[in-house]
């Protein structure tokens, strides 16, 4: 796993935890929380089949990472750029001291890596390009001018989840302030919405939001309350992703399909009311 593109300043989070005064361990029974962060991912490679009116064809095993904005105020902070980077954002309920529901939206980022060499099988006709024929596991190189294709805007799994948590311990830091550390365990699934920028074979580009297939997911994390309001968690998820309808092109016609799995390491700021 790659390292997160997220160092959140120690001052910063010492800074709200000052605020937050409370003697008891965390009572989290009919309480609603919410929860903003970043991820950073890995992907298995994918078999890509891609049809349209001139060609139906196979790229096999193809090399696809995450995008990480680099860490700075501006990118990570700014009201009108907080959702650039790669984000988790969450809402939730406790039905009692154990088990939550929650909605939201994992915003990743999938980058084939250009230039590779991959297999291709299938025929591409009529295109106008210099890759017309018919293909019988052959090696084709991924460059710009055949195939550029990204998931960035994002690899949107708006997705609901499913959580166990228990108290692992709590310390007094101060007389009225307790810390409080819980682990937790969750399962969910979820659609998928990406924002898919592809160009192929020179066609002019699909550039708008499109359900394409459906994702679940489990996942394992601790988070540290300081009170009874503020905390930080950190998770580890991994899932399968089948997307069966991604657009390709401004033509309905042209479709991709793909399958994978994901993993995500995260690290998140959250509230409990």
């Not at 891609?50 to 790229?59: H, K, P, R, V």
């Not at 310390?171 to 937790?184: A, G």
């Not at 699934?189 to 074979?201: F, I, R, S």
Request: hydrophobic share 35%.
């Amino acid at each position: 796993m790659k390292k997160l593109g997220v160092r959140l300043p120690l001052m910063v989070i010492i800074s709200l935890c000052s605020t937050l005064a409370m003697s008891k361990a965390v009572e989290k029974s009919g309480r609603w929380f919410g929860y903003w962060g970043w991820n950073a991912g890995q992907y298995t490679k994918s078999d890509i089949h891609f049809t349209g009116d001139n060609y139906d064809f196979t790229l096999n095993d193809v090399i696809a990472n995450d995008r990480q904005s680099p860490f700075s105020f501006y990118n990570y902070f700014q009201p009108n750029r907080i959702t650039i980077p790669q984000t988790n954002f969450k809402i939730g309920y406790f039905f009692d001291e154990h088990y939550s529901v929650s909605v939201g939206v994992d915003h990743m980022k999938y980058v084939m890596d250009a230039g590779q060499t991959v297999k291709i099988n299938g025929n591409i006709t009529n295109s106008g390009t210099v890759y017309d024929g018919i293909y019988d596991n052959q090696d084709i190189v991924l460059d710009p001018e055949f195939l550029k294709y990204e998931h960035t805007d994002g690899l949107n799994y708006l997705n609901s989840e499913h959580n166990y948590s228990n108290q692992w311990f709590t310390k007094s830091i101060t007389e009225k302030m307790n810390v409080t550390t819980h682990w937790l365990v969750g399962m969910g699934g979820g659609v998928l919405m990406p924002k898919t920028n592809v160009t192929l074979l020179n066609n002019p580009r699909h550039d708008d939001f499109h359900f394409s297939g459906l994702g679940v997911n489990v996942k394992a994390g601790l988070n540290v309350f300081v009170g009874q309001h503020f905390f930080v968690q950190s998770e580890l998820k991994t899932g399968y992703i089948n997307m069966w309808d991604i657009r390709t092109t401004i033509d309905e016609s042209d479709k991709a399909s793909q399958q994978f799995m994901f993993m995500q390491a995260n690290i998140l700021l959250g509230w409990m009311i």
